[in-house]
């Protein structure tokens, strides 16, 4: 075989972060990538937003929010989302709870119903006759 042979697979095109490009020959020819990288591309989660949010709504109440994890437990204990993903979607549900919270209070607040009551101490007194006294 001559040194400039046509490669019958050529390398896999995966490249790393530094730019690097993955030394290991691709599975086919029709693949760009080696059965390594080919497997790591394969593996993206689907898309589960429509089975999250389903009939949610806005995150508004907490009543949506507690859906919304109830939803990501099934799908964890169902091993259809990763752990990792599912700790930064039940991190980002906390802070909307917590951001829910504060607006009820603000609303609170803001409400002239639960405004604080004014006493006012230096009240003057009501006018009286003055009797004479005896």
Known sequence: MSRHTINKWP?????????RQCRARSSDAASRLCPRHDSTENKREPDLAATLTAGLG???SPA????F???LLLLLAQNRISP???AVLAYITNQLLR???AMEKEAE??????APVKIIWDIPRPEHEHRDQP
């Open 109 to 114: 607040d803001n409400d002239p119903k639960n």
């Open 84 to 86: 990792r993903r599912a």
């Open 11 to 19: 390398r896999c095109q995966h490249r790393t972060l530094s730019g």
């Open 69 to 71: 994890l109830s939803r």
């Open 64 to 67: 949506p929010i507690n859906d």
């Open 99 to 101: 951001t829910v919270s």
């Open 58 to 60: 806005e995150f508004t």
